[in-house]
């Protein structure tokens, strides 16, 4: 895709810029497009209601910003956003932005989700600066947007009430996996404002239930007979006139405001309700400051402790000035709660149904007065709400639960119980559809987990094979009671690679199964039908049992007896390239997300396993490249010269690295080591372009080993390669006399490589690090080069190596060049073959991290001629003196 950075100005450095947030410059005309647009989305009321409806409060919510940072993750985006679009748009979730970047409102014409919603399918724009429907909008003429997906959130009734998209200032492309995954957020996005709408709406009628409760005035008391701390909550102080910092929590306190004809026969109550340890009800008058008098009906009951006494009086209290029978007045603060009320006496029966009871039970209170519960609801006996209420009488403390009642009523509900003296009084609400919006919300969740498992499984090694084997571990159970993994192999036969099974002691069964089934499975059967076709195929377990001939794979399939299967495609750039079969057992049908999900599954298991192939063929070609360039070393009689290449275990696995060994016309032997600066096809193209140079140069001139690198350089000037290369080049020649004496010079320079080892007869190591290397080959080419000469005896060993084989990620190249001088003083008396083996194994384990090449000689000497046969004059054609040095 051609870049826009010329034409389209970018945000200053340092500054992410929020999608709607770049104003609209005085001269640009708006799109007709976007104004229509608008207008559509304004002009449907039921819309725009239903978006208010869901809009979260001022700021949004932590689990929408989380969603938006997970979509900037799985995408790759610098932004991500959830925009709200009733009249106005409004940010509920943003990842990507600075602080205050996201608050505020923007025009529905000025947005670019206007036009997705309108639309209402996914809009996609790689390039938005070149895309007519999307150039004149602020964001993109700001060029705040380069790259523009958005998705459509739509709720339940098919109202679309709002926008999830991500942005690049860059212009990028999108994939069908790109639309996929925020598809998927995007409905977890939904889920998430229908769980906090229902929240919030939960929270009001908590609300309003306390209200009713205030506005009956009722009030409870706690009264620990142990310390003497009694204990008001708000409405039963204000009924006694007390504000909170007048209380002081005593006895002596509800004693001052009793008015004093009543306070002996109130004492008196209190008196045999603690020993007794039954219970309190009386009806007395509070005098209140100023004079005022109320009439008050209080009930309690006295609670034993441990060693026997009453320990403490638990109760509730409520005015009854206006109406002194009270439970009118009560009554009719029930009937008007949100809430469903009803009473039970001791024997269970119900005693009173407010009209929200009668709604949520589906009976009227004629029907339900005076029946006992567990007839009326037989489903409550044995189940969470016997252990409940009988809990709450027996210990006389109020009990808190949710808990499901089966059909006919077939809902969640709230309730809060506690004891009276009458019997059992429990409030309860409906909760179901914030419980199936909760469990929405936790299953939404962890199928993007699962996704994101899946995709750091693949992307974290270079074995993707391997690693899609294990996917049906992650499936299973998330997605399935059992799985198989089948993928194409190079011959294009389909090869079972993975199962496994919810439980343990099947798993051998399905192992066995899977090395069987394919040999004997028909075309005609679903799993084939779905590898030819590419398409998924759901089908019941029966429908591969029939086809399948009688044997072993039939059997064992009748023992594992899914009763359902889904055979699900692993596509891939229009092919398929494997099958993941889903099995479920009886009673556990698939969920329509659950298959879009393993779908999903499916396709990133299929791209990443396609990808891994294009890259093992790619690299295949590359590497033997590579090798083709690296040609093997002569033989002088005088020397024996081994060679090493290794290429890269991770990354692009070809590079510049190379060795070279040839023999100068004049019969001197020359080696080589260098090092392109890079790991790409470039670079090995590179490697390829200098090592010829120079070859043609020593071959040629019989140049020395610096005139050799001076005029590489020259070459490299001349022929504009801009590349930078490391070097070693080192030349072996004899004398007549030096071969008498059994030793030989080596001469040798070096373009910033490291320098060569020598390992002497005696074993010991000499590193020639006393000579500073002169700069890489490409920088200068007028650099004068420089030489070093020195004397080896027969038997050693010279050893020319690149950086790979000692540099590592957690350690120094110092520390790598101890390990190699200890290596070589070990490995020194073995053959020389043998021995670059050996260092190989030992310093990089046969997976470098880097391409790692080796070139060695070992010196000896030649069985010389005798006279006879060789004359006088002759002399050997190796390792022979350069006339010209």
Not at 352 to 378: D, K, Y
Not at 567 to 575: I, T, V
Request: proline fraction near 7%; hydrophobic fraction near 40%.
């Amino acid at each position: 895709m051609r870049s826009r950075a010329s034409h389209t100005p970018r945000p200053r450095a340092g500054r992410k810029v929020s999608v709607e947030e770049s104003p609209r410059r005085a001269d640009a005309v708006r799109p007709s497009n976007a104004d229509r647009a608008a207008d559509q989305l304004r002009s449907d009321p039921a819309r725009v209601r239903a978006a208010r409806r869901l809009r979260p409060p001022c700021g949004g919510t932590a689990a929408l910003d989380r969603l938006t940072e997970l979509a900037a993750r799985l995408l790759g985006t610098a932004t991500a956003q959830i925009s709200m679009l009733d009249d106005v748009q409004t940010i509920a979730g943003a990842s990507g932005l600075l602080p205050g970047e996201a608050l505020g409102e923007t025009p529905l014409p000025e947005s670019l989700c206007t036009l997705t919603a309108t639309a209402g399918a996914p809009l996609l724009a790689g390039d938005a600066p070149s895309d007519e429907r999307l150039a004149g909008l602020p964001p993109v003429a700001s060029g705040a947007v380069g790259a523009y997906l958005g998705v459509p959130l739509t709720d339940d009734e098919g109202h679309v009430v709002g926008v999830l998209c991500v942005t690049d200032p860059a212009p990028r492309e999108w994939s069908g996996t790109d639309v996929a995954t925020l598809r998927q957020l995007a409905a977890a996005v939904v889920t998430e404002l229908q769980y906090a709408a229902l929240t919030s709406e939960y929270e009001r009628q908590h609300l309003r239930w306390r209200l009713a409760m205030d506005a009956g005035g009722v009030g409870t008391f706690d009264w620990d007979l142990r310390t003497g701390e009694l204990t008001w909550d708000e409405p039963l102080m204000a009924t006694f006139g007390y504000a909170a910092e007048d209380f002081d929590g005593t006895i002596d306190a509800f004693n001052r405001r009793l008015h004093p004809d009543d306070l002996p026969r109130v004492s008196e109550a209190l008196r045999a309700c603690i020993e007794t340890r039954g219970e309190f009800e009386a009806e007395y008058r509070v005098v209140r400051p100023g004079g005022g008098t109320r009439w008050v009906q209080a009930r309690g009951r006295a609670l034993a402790g441990s060693d026997g006494p009453a320990a403490r009086i638990l109760g509730a209290a409520y005015d009854t000035t206006e109406d002194r029978s009270g439970d009118v007045r009560v009554a009719r603060v029930l009937e008007a709660m949100p809430a469903g009320f009803y009473s039970l006496d001791h024997e269970w029966r119900f005693t009173h149904v407010n009209a929200e009871a009668e709604r949520l039970l589906g009976s009227s209170r004629e029907e339900l007065l005076g029946q006992v519960i567990w007839t009326a609801f037989p489903s409550t006996v044995d189940s969470v709400f016997e252990e409940g209420f009988r809990s709450a009488v027996r210990t006389a403390q109020p009990v808190n639960f949710d808990a499901h009642y089966p059909a006919p009523l077939n809902g969640w509900y709230e309730l809060r119980a506690w004891p009276s003296p009458e019997g059992l009084s429990v409030y309860f609400i409906e909760v179901t559809e914030r419980k199936q919006s909760r469990e929405r919300a936790e299953r939404s969740a962890q199928q993007l987990a699962l996704l994101a498992q899946v995709s750091a499984e693949l992307a974290g090694t270079l074995d993707v094979e391997a690693a899609t084997a294990r996917l049906p571990r992650l499936v299973v159970p998330a997605l399935s009671d059992f799985c198989v993994l089948t993928v194409i192999d190079a011959d294009g036969r389909p090869r079972d690679v993975g199962t496994w099974h919810v439980d343990p002691a099947s798993r051998p069964v399905l192992d066995r199964y899977a090395e069987v089934r394919l040999d004997v499975m028909p075309v005609t059967a679903p799993v084939a039908r779905a590898l030819h076709t590419g398409e998924p195929v759901a089908f019941t377990g029966n429908d591969v049992l029939d086809v399948l001939p009688p044997g072993r794979a039939r059997d064992l399939l009748a023992v594992l007896a899914p009763a359902s299967e889904v055979a699900l495609p692993l596509r891939a750039r229009g092919r398929t390239v494997g099958l993941l079969t889903l099995f479920y057992r009886e009673g556990h049908a698939p969920s329509e997300d659950d298959v879009a999900t393993a779908q999903d599954v499916a396709d990133r298991a299929g791209l990443a396993l396609d990808n891994a192939r294009l890259y093992a063929q790619q690299q295949q070609l590359a590497e033997g490249l590579q090798r083709s360039l690296l040609t093997e070393p002569p033989q002088p009689d005088h020397a024996e010269i081994a060679v090493r290449y290794l290429p890269a275990a991770e990354a692009a696995r070809v590079g510049g690295d190379w060795y070279d060994a040839f023999l100068q016309p004049g019969g001197a032997t020359m080696l080589v080591i260098g090092d392109v600066v890079g790991h790409d096809t470039e670079a090995a193209a590179a490697m390829g372009q200098l090592r010829g140079l120079l070859r043609g140069i020593a071959t040629y001139s019989a140049a020395p080993p610096a005139e050799v690198l001076r005029g590489l350089d020259a070459s490299m000037a001349v022929l504009e390669t801009r590349v930078l290369a490391t070097a070693a080049v080192a030349r072996f020649e004899q004398t007549d006399d030096d071969r008498r004496r059994g030793i030989t010079r080596m001469r040798w320079t070096n373009a910033g490589h490291l320098p060569p080892l020598v390992v002497h007869p005696d074993g010991s190591v000499a590193e020639l690090s006393t000579w500073k290397g002169d700069l890489l080959l490409g920088v200068d080419h007028e650099v004068v080069r420089q030489e070093s000469v020195i004397t080896l005896d027969q038997g050693s060993t010279v050893l020319l190596f690149t950086d790979g084989l000692v540099e590592r990620r957690d350690a120094d190249l110092d520390a790598g060049m101890v390990r190699l001088r200890e290596a070589l003083t070990e490995l020194a008396d073995r053959p020389l073959q043998e021995l670059l083996d050996e260092l190989i194994d030992r310093l990089v384990d046969g997976r470098p991290e880097d391409d790692v090449a080796l070139v060695a000689v070992r010196l000896h000497q030649p069985d010389l001629p005798r006279p006879s046969e060789a004359g006088p004059t002759a002399v050997p054609d190796v390792l022979r003196p350069n006339p010209a040095s």
